[in-house]
């Protein structure tokens, strides 16, 4: 586990520069383009293709950086619908599994898809960048999702300061 967490460290001291100056120059592009439509009365030749590049890297690395710090959107309601720790945990752990699945079929659509664009060979028409380069973004981050839903199952069911099903008996009534 210390070598893994080294290993996201690395990725997340990589992923942070990487996002800041893809986001500020994805941000600065459709500027430019705006401009260059609205002063000079036609778009600026080939950036948008640029900046979907940009855009799906952008997108993409920073849902893997929400995944690794589960700030994600998330719909827990357990906490709303009961008091019971018991409940909350089994359904926090329900929630992980099913995310998990999920995110086992996005890796493999997502490589199906990697494996096409490579196949295919299709290039963007401006600068004749491989369309695989943004579609990897899809088949990268997915792995990393999947890495860190199995670390936050791994803590859900190994965490010592809750037993999922305490020794004492559940009462019940006190569900809610």
Same mark, same amino acid.
């Given at each position: 586990?210390?070598?893994?967490?080294?290993?996201?460290?690395?990725? #997340?001291?990589?992923?942070?520069?990487?996002? &800041?100056?893809?986001?500020?120059?994805? !941000?600065?592009?459709?500027?430019?383009?705006?401009? =260059?439509? =609205?002063?000079?009365? !036609?778009?600026?030749?080939?950036?948008?293709? &640029?900046?979907?590049?940009? #855009?799906?890297?952008? *997108?993409?690395? $920073?849902?893997?950086?929400?995944?690794?710090?589960?700030? %994600?959107?998330?719909?827990?309601?357990?906490?709303?619908? /009961?008091?019971? %720790?018991?409940?909350?945990?089994?359904?926090?752990?329900?929630? =992980?599994?099913?995310?998990?699945?999920?995110?086992?079929?996005?890796?493999?659509?997502? *490589?199906?898809?990697?494996?096409?664009?490579?196949?295919? $060979?299709?290039? /963007?028409? #401006?600068?004749?960048?491989?369309?695989? #380069?943004?579609?990897?973004?899809?088949?990268? =981050?997915? &792995?990393?999702?999947?890495? *860190?839903?199995?670390?936050?199952? &791994?803590?859900?069911? /190994?965490?010592?300061?809750?037993?999922?099903?305490?020794?004492?008996?559940?009462?019940?009534?006190?569900?809610?």
């Amino acid at each position: 586990m210390k070598l893994l967490a080294k290993l996201d460290s690395l990725l #997340v001291r990589i992923f942070h520069p990487i996002l &800041i100056v893809v986001g500020l120059s994805v !941000a600065l592009m459709l500027v430019v383009g705006i401009l =260059t439509r =609205t002063f000079l009365g !036609a778009p600026l030749f080939g950036l948008e293709e &640029i900046m979907l590049l940009g #855009v799906m890297w952008f *997108y993409m690395l $920073g849902a893997a950086l929400a995944s690794r710090e589960r700030s %994600h959107l998330s719909g827990d309601f357990m906490k709303v619908l /009961t008091k019971n %720790h018991v409940v909350w945990r089994a359904a926090s752990i329900a929630s =992980t599994l099913i995310s998990l699945a999920a995110g086992v079929l996005f890796v493999i659509w997502s *490589y199906d898809l990697f494996a096409w664009g490579v196949q295919r $060979g299709q290039a /963007t028409p #401006v600068f004749s960048i491989p369309w695989v #380069v943004s579609q990897s973004s899809l088949f990268f =981050t997915s &792995i990393l999702f999947v890495a *860190y839903l199995l670390r936050d199952l &791994i803590h859900e069911l /190994t965490d010592t300061d809750r037993e999922l099903f305490p020794k004492e008996d559940i009462e019940w009534e006190s569900i809610e």
